[in-house]
């Protein structure tokens, strides 16, 4: 079986159909590599072939990316000369897609065959590289296909002839927005932005592309012919090099150099630029290449990509239990937590009841899905239909007794044991047997909330991340006595509103409150040690963490830091560390309560934007002549999470790898070039984490010491990914 097929038509139009076996998407393997060159190769030689249509048999959509095994493939392919074998690798792509794009011409560009590439829709990566090799683009009319090059996003860029053809196309600047952000479009914007040539009705699809074949069409490429210049200018032009010194000041300002792919993004399009097509082409092999080789880039794949999508299509859902998805959601707090659920379980298309104790409070929950609605029409992203469906969905109310029917019930009540053990009480009263109770705490145990119930199987954690809308995760908790259909309703559930799932088990802040804090404080407690503060938020800036330490107090509010340190103290007694008390209660008395209040940490103009560091801050806690280095002021900050991460490994409350890192880039923005925290112990090696965790241990106290089971691998050498192997666990 192959995934390409060719028949030719009478009038002698070839058509090449890509139809990857056993997928819903096609998906670009190493023997379809082989078997789209062999076909082209027959087309172009074949007399009786006038030209060629490229398309998919898959509806709705032509091709999703690559299979990324080809990557391991071409490591493997030389020996122990990895970057070798990547370097031939690339270099056989893009000689098939220069086949494809010179059509058969010869060097003064005569003769030759027109390739039209005609898309179903959907054509993402290498499935719009090939594309863009083709001599036009015929897209259906499909406004949910997404076209594009999202590389950028794992950690790579489009290393298959995507640069260098893009920028060719329409200059370094009109391109960035693709390559730099992976930027996706509908097929009329694609059209409007110039990625493609032609939408057309779906029905129409293949005629339109066969026309145009028949049509005797010019087939070179701009940059084929003599005396092509780049839109914009290269960077040599006056114009040209406002926009590459622009971009690099972009690029490094917003990915602090520690993203290898933009960098490696940038040098292959500035270097590219000054140069022949093809020796480009080389150019962008070479740095595709480097970038293959820095464990960052494998790391963020095999986070962001690979375990990201194993965990949304249900890795770690228990085995044997039936499709739990939900019908009908109860929410019980229309809050902004509530508020932000109903919305997303709305989109989904699941039925809501919404219930506050007052119905004032109910409909203003539900008033948080109309103001969403409504900007989202303003955006052209939505219309009024779609607008009173959402709406229509969502019933806010007082009346326990909607409730009937409902499958699930998701909690987000005051945070206190005493209001939430009332309000599942009253639920459980109303609802089927059948019914799953979950809580949206963030703090309480959920061993102990489940008492208040009367199934403590059916009982769960749901833990969101707010805002809702926006963030990622969704963080799902089994108390101890939670079964397997709870936790396949809750992840069911996270499947049906498109968030990426977590399972840990029950523990004090769960899996990514517990790694968050201890970065916040370690932040704090330095400010109280006579660190610069600027040097503490550059430091983790300069780590690809999204916010600073101090900025994180004033976002989340240093009152919820008080309110959680009081309460922890209360729970751990004399264990408790109170290292950050003092500065956070003395901020609370001063009414610096963060961004809400318009003073924290930062100040704030009159508008709410963020200004400098706040000098306030000096004349209590000075600053000390005597300050430790950047590399000193970062190990504190990311041992203070990752130590966290393998603690909760080490407690059973991670019980798979994958998760901790997904759900450290996706729930608090751990330096994602580092795949997660996890990953990043592996890259920098335990022993190396060991040694530095417990020099830290000495000079700053115990919390640094290296858990066991760090020290257990350091002795062997061994990594997370070895030992922990999703696949063997699996
Ligand atoms: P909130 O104060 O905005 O909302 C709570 C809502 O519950 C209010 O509208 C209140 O009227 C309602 N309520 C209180 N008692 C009730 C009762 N007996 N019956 C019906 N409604 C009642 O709080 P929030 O920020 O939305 O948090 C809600 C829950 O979610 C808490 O457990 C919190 O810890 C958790 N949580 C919060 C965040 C966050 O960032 N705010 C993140 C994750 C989880």
């Not at 076909?39 to 091709?63: H, M, P, Q, R, Y």
Request: charged share 25%; with cysteine; net charge negative.
């Amino acid at each position: 079986m192959t995934d390409f097929t060719m028949k030719t038509d009478a009038d002698g139009v070839a058509t090449i159909t890509w139809d990857t076996v056993g997928k819903s998407m096609n998906v670009m393997n190493q023997q379809g590599f082989y078997d789209l060159d062999a076909l082209i190769d027959e087309a172009l030689a074949d007399d009786k072939i006038k030209g060629v249509i490229l398309t998919s048999g898959k509806e709705g959509s032509f091709a999703g990316g690559m299979d990324l095994n080809i990557i391991a493939k071409m490591k493997e392919s030389a020996g122990d000369n990895p970057a070798k074998g990547l370097m031939d690798g690339l270099m056989a792509t893009h000689q098939m897609l220069r086949k494809i794009e010179r059509g058969g011409m010869d060097d003064k560009n005569k003769g030759g065959k027109p390739i039209a590439c005609a898309m179903q829709g959907t054509g993402l990566g290498i499935g719009f590289e090939i594309p863009l090799a083709c001599h036009r683009i015929f897209v259906a009319d499909n406004p949910k296909a997404k076209i594009g090059l999202p590389e950028i996003m794992v950690g790579i860029f489009p290393g298959m002839g995507g640069t260098t053809r893009l920028v060719r196309m329409m200059g370094a600047m009109a391109a960035s927005p693709f390559l730099l952000e992976g930027k996706l479009s509908d097929p009329k914007k694609a059209k409007a932005a110039g990625l493609v040539d032609e939408v057309v009705p779906a029905d129409e699809l293949l005629a339109k592309a066969k026309e145009w074949v028949l049509s005797e069409p010019k087939i070179v490429k701009p940059w084929d012919e003599k005396g092509y210049k780049m839109p914009g200018g290269a960077p040599y032009h006056p114009a040209g090099f406002m926009t590459f010194v622009g971009a690099s000041a972009m690029v490094h300002g917003k990915t602090q150099g520690v993203y290898p792919a933009a960098k490696a993004l940038l040098s292959a399009v500035y270097e590219g630029a000054m140069v022949p097509f093809d020796t480009a082409l080389k150019i962008e092999a070479r740095w595709f290449t480097n970038v293959l080789m820095n464990p960052s880039s494998g790391a963020m794949i095999r986070s962001l990509f690979i375990n990201k999508e194993a965990l949304e299509k249900g890795a770690v859902r228990p085995e044997g239990v039936d499709d739990q998805s939900v019908k009908k959601v109860g929410i019980i707090g229309a809050g902004m937590m509530g508020a932000g659920i109903a919305l997303v379980s709305a989109l989904a298309g699941i039925e809501v009841v919404l219930i506050d104790s007052k119905q004032e409070a109910a409909d203003k929950g539900k008033a948080y899905t109309t103001a969403y609605m409504d900007k989202g029409i303003a955006r052209k992203k939505a219309t009024e239909e779609k607008k009173e469906k959402v709406l229509g969905l969502i019933n806010a109310t007082t009346d326990y007794d909607a409730l009937k029917g409902c499958d699930l019930i998701v909690e987000a009540v005051f945070e206190d044991v005493g209001v939430k053990a009332e309000v599942t009480k009253k639920v459980q009263a109303v609802v089927g047997e059948d019914c799953i109770f979950a809580t949206n705490t963030s703090t309480l145990p959920i061993t102990e909330l489940a008492k208040a119930s009367n199934n403590e199987e059916q009982f769960i954690g749901i833990h969101f991340f707010s805002p809702v809308d926006k963030m990622l995760l969704v963080e799902i908790i089994k108390g101890a006595k939670t079964g397997d259909r709870a936790t396949a309703k809750a992840l069911d559930f996270v499947r049906q509103i498109r968030k990426t799932p977590i399972v840990v088990n029950d523990a004090r802040f769960f899996y990514a409150n517990r790694c968050i804090i201890p970065y916040i404080n370690e932040g704090i407690r330095m400010v109280t040690e006579g660190v610069e503060p600027a040097l503490i938020e550059n430091a983790a800036k300069l780590l690809g963490m999204p916010l600073g330490p101090l900025q994180l107090v004033d976002e989340t509010s240093v009152d919820l830091g008080v309110k959680i340190a009081k309460a922890t103290k209360a729970a751990m007694g004399d264990a408790y560390d109170d290292a950050v008390d003092e500065i956070l209660f003395w901020m609370e008395a001063e009414g610096r309560l963060g961004r809400k209040a318009n003073a924290g940490f930062y100040a704030y103009d009159e508008k709410g934007k963020r200004q400098l560091l706040w000098d306030g801050l000096e004349a209590k806690y000075p600053v000390s002549d005597d300050q430790p280095e950047l590399s000193e002021v970062q190990n504190r900050l990311l041992f203070a999470q990752v130590l966290e991460a393998v603690r909760a490994i080490e407690e059973d409350v991670l019980m798979d790898i994958r998760e901790g890192d997904v759900g450290a880039i996706l729930g608090w923005g751990f330096a994602p070039w580092s795949g997660g925290p996890l990953s990043w112990l592996d890259m920098v090696g335990t022993p190396w984490a060991a040694e530095t965790t417990n020099a830290l241990a000495k000079k700053h106290g115990e919390r640094f010491e290296a858990p066991d089971l760090l020290e257990a691998m350091a002795k062997e050498g061994e990594s997370f990914y070895e030992r922990f192997d999703p696949a063997k666990a699996a």
